[in-house]
């Protein structure tokens, strides 16, 4: 027992160092050679926004700095996730009304 659970430790160890960079020379270069995203990560969409979309948002957008574009975005983005939880809440109310309803006022004209 205890030479497979060495065995099996030094499995893991072996295959854990296997994706560790050999040098810091080796991560730089992979830094030096890797682009940031040209797209801002927080306009995503289920199929992506339309350009009069995103002309409409520019043209919103004009004139402010780069930290206040994103304090838009940000607060359109919020917006609109607690429009939608809103509305999954309040369509989850009514079947809920009804089976209180159903409960609690129904009469089945049982006499008890």
């Not at 296997?18 to 270069?29: C, E, G, K």
């Not at 830094?31 to 409409?56: H, I």
Request: charged share 20%; aromatic share 8%.
């Amino acid at each position: 027992m205890k030479l497979s659970l060495f065995t099996l430790l030094a499995v893991l160890v072996t295959s854990a160092s296997a994706f560790a960079p050999t040098s810091m020379r080796l991560h730089r270069a992979i830094k030096a050679n890797s682009r940031a995203p040209r797209v801002a990560p927080l306009q995503m969409g289920l199929f992506g926004k339309t350009q009069a979309e995103v002309d409409q948002m520019e043209e919103e957008m004009k004139g402010m700095s780069e930290q206040e574009r994103l304090n838009y975005i940000s607060w359109k983005q919020t917006n609109s996730e607690a429009d939608v939880m809103t509305y999954a809440s309040l369509l989850t109310c009514i079947p809920l009304g009804y089976f209180l309803w159903l409960g609690l006022l129904a009469d089945n004209g049982a006499d008890i």
